[in-house]
């Protein structure tokens, strides 16, 4: 007994890992799966044999396509726009002591606090308010409301370990400001901001709380699977959902590879 109690506390880690893995990968392995499913009218569940119809026919089903492209639209436009300032305003935060700081930091911990309901609801009065018609713009508007404090948080974690001294040689050496931050300060954080981007991106892609509130006539990719899934989600849906994952892992797995590799040249 005392043989297995010793063994279970050496591996309860491996084991608690293992089991979180699966939670996280499962859905995800199903979704790959049921996309070469050979089903039978308009539901997918049931697993009727191995097939490549949907991959060969992914265009097929009306407004799909356009749905995801739409998608892609708007997390590029909120991403980088929401990139680009989180940034201004994390190096802003770091390096800068001003009266507001601290209310400015609660600020930005808001959107993450609050509730999609509440914040989807509420850019909504805003827009009906001031006449702003809803759609395409107004998911974009919002979708960069809730990413900027995603961003600041991320690339805020990156400036903390930067080393200034970096900045001051290089200004010793006659750079002006901006030169100092395109060749220094830009290029040491980048991966941080980088990755401020990708979380961006990630998250108006997935959205759909927000997004719902707000869309007017625009249908999004999580929009058309939810109004799809009321008389059945093609199969195709799980075609675009696998290529997103494959493609979002290969980008992953090559950034690590490229990093690895300079820091090893380095």
Do not use: C
Request: positive net charge.
């Amino acid at each position: 007994m005392k043989k297995f109690l010793d063994l279970a506390r050496r591996h309860v880690i491996t084991v608690y890992m293992v089991g979180a893995l699966a939670y996280l990968f499962v859905p995800v392995v199903v979704v790959m799966l049921f996309s070469f499913n050979d089903n039978r009218g308009r539901f997918n569940f049931n697993w009727r044999g191995f097939t490549l119809k949907h991959w060969a026919n992914a265009f097929e089903v009306p407004n799909l396509f356009d749905s995801l492209v739409k998608s892609f639209q708007i997390a590029f436009l909120s991403a980088l726009v929401a990139t680009i300032l989180g940034t201004l305003i994390a190096l802003s935060l770091v390096r800068y002591r001003f009266k507001g700081r601290s209310t400015t930091n609660f600020l930005l911990f808001l959107p993450m606090a609050t509730p999609e309901v509440v914040l989807g609801s509420s850019l909504l009065a805003l827009f009906l308010t001031l006449s702003i018609p809803t759609g395409f713009g107004t998911i974009v508007v919002a979708h960069i409301l809730f990413n900027i404090s995603y961003v600041v948080v991320t690339v805020k974690a990156r400036l903390s370990g930067f080393d200034r001294h970096l900045e001051e040689a290089a200004m010793d050496l006659y750079a002006n400001e901006w030169t100092t931050f395109v060749k220094v300060t830009l290029p040491m954080i980048l991966p941080g901001v980088f990755a401020a981007f990708m979380l961006g991106f990630a998250l108006s892609f997935d959205d759909f709380i927000i997004t719902n509130f707000n869309s007017g006539g625009t249908v999004t990719f999580p929009l058309y699977i939810w109004g799809a899934a009321r008389v059945g989600v093609p199969p195709q849906v799980n075609v675009f959902g696998t290529a997103i994952f494959v493609i979002t892992v290969s980008i992953m797995l090559l950034t690590v590879a490229v990093q690895r590799r300079s820091e090893t040249t380095a």
